[in-house]
């Protein structure tokens, strides 16, 4: 069982700083077009604009600087963990005490037409960093359908393949042929998508790999076709989600055959805040940085949530947004 939002915020508190040749080091490893910053506020990363410091923030220009700044970091055992747009994140108040690696200038995103025997279609080769809304605006100039799913869906590549961002019109796993990441180590690692798992807003991509490409098949379809589809979704998303907050998107994963907003508002909770943080009035499974909120904020009504569903349901709500990060200190 996965921890509640008040475990998530009761883990111990850990530092590291690093020592200026060290410095130099990452910045150097992020090679030409990559950036390296020190004691970075994390709610500059995040769409909740919440987080204390990263130790270090590096974004590396390419996947080859990718591999070379994960090897630096196995070498003097630094911890690391990859960011993407951070629009499915928390980061705690206390900070991140390692290396967060950006993935946000893996921007690669190349269209290449096959004839695979079934009819044309097209393989794309997208970068971990590239915005969700830019490969499906690039995929319908292009008159492919198949990521339609992205309409009005916030974020990156990357993030959306660990985690199988969709709606209803479909997910990920139903367009993606591979995936390439980086390990521990820096080596490249490539996957078929049946060695993924990718299942419901989630995968079986190991966390300690950074997702730096994935490679995805899309078949042609009227332009007109997909715009029309893409903004009905879009209209919908529009009527139903809170807007002018910052925001992480859903809190919790819809548990089988129910929805997680409609369990929270049925326990009377639309509305109910926690210093800054509020239950979002126009969807209850959404908590909106309503001005000055915390991550503790955050945690702390989502365990409010969590609680009062298990008690009038019996049901158990599992986040969907990922908690990153140590607790502030004392």
Not at 97 to 103: E, Q
Not at 250 to 271: H, M, Q, V, Y
Request: charged content about 25%; aromatic content about 4%.
């Amino acid at each position: 069982m996965s921890a509640s939002p008040a475990q998530e915020a009761a883990r111990a508190p850990s530092t590291l700083r690093f020592a200026e040749s060290e410095r130099a080091a990452l910045r150097n490893a992020a090679g030409p077009g990559g950036e390296a910053r020190f004691d970075e506020p994390m709610a500059r990363h995040t769409t909740l604009r919440i987080g204390g410091p990263a130790a270090a923030w590096v974004a590396p220009g390419d996947v080859a600087a990718m591999q070379q700044v994960r090897a630096l970091c196995a070498t003097h055992n630094w911890p690391c963990r990859a960011l993407g747009a951070g629009s499915n994140l928390l980061v705690r108040d206390g900070g991140i005490p390692g290396v967060v690696l950006s993935t946000e200038r893996l921007r690669a995103l190349d269209f290449t037409n096959i004839n695979d025997g079934k009819g044309s279609s097209a393989r794309v080769r997208v970068g971990a960093g590239v915005a969700t809304g830019k490969l499906l605006a690039e995929a319908t100039r292009r008159g492919l359908g198949g990521v339609e799913f992205l309409g009005g869906v916030p974020g990156s590549v990357g993030g959306g393949l660990v985690m199988n961002a969709g709606t209803y019109l479909g997910e990920f796993k139903d367009v993606t042929r591979l995936v390439r990441s980086v390990d521990g180590r820096g080596a490249l690692v490539e996957r078929e998508a049946a060695a993924c798992g990718f299942v419901y807003r989630g995968s079986a991509l190991p966390p300690d790999e950074i997702v730096v490409e994935g490679e995805l098949e899309l078949r042609p379809r009227p332009r007109e076709e997909i715009e029309r589809e893409v903004r009905a979704l879009r209209e919908r998303r529009r009527a139903r989600e809170p807007h002018g907050f910052p925001n992480a998107g859903s809190i919790f994963k819809n548990p089988p055959g129910d929805f997680a907003g409609r369990l929270i508002e049925a326990c009377g909770l639309k509305g109910r805040r926690v210093g800054g943080a509020e239950i979002a009035p126009a969807h209850a499974n959404w908590i909106v940085n309503a001005g000055g909120a915390t991550a503790a904020d955050v945690l702390a009504l989502a365990e409010t949530a969590r609680a009062a569903v298990q008690q009038k349901f019996g049901i158990e709500l599992e986040l969907e947004v990922k908690v990153i990060g140590e607790p502030q200190g004392d």
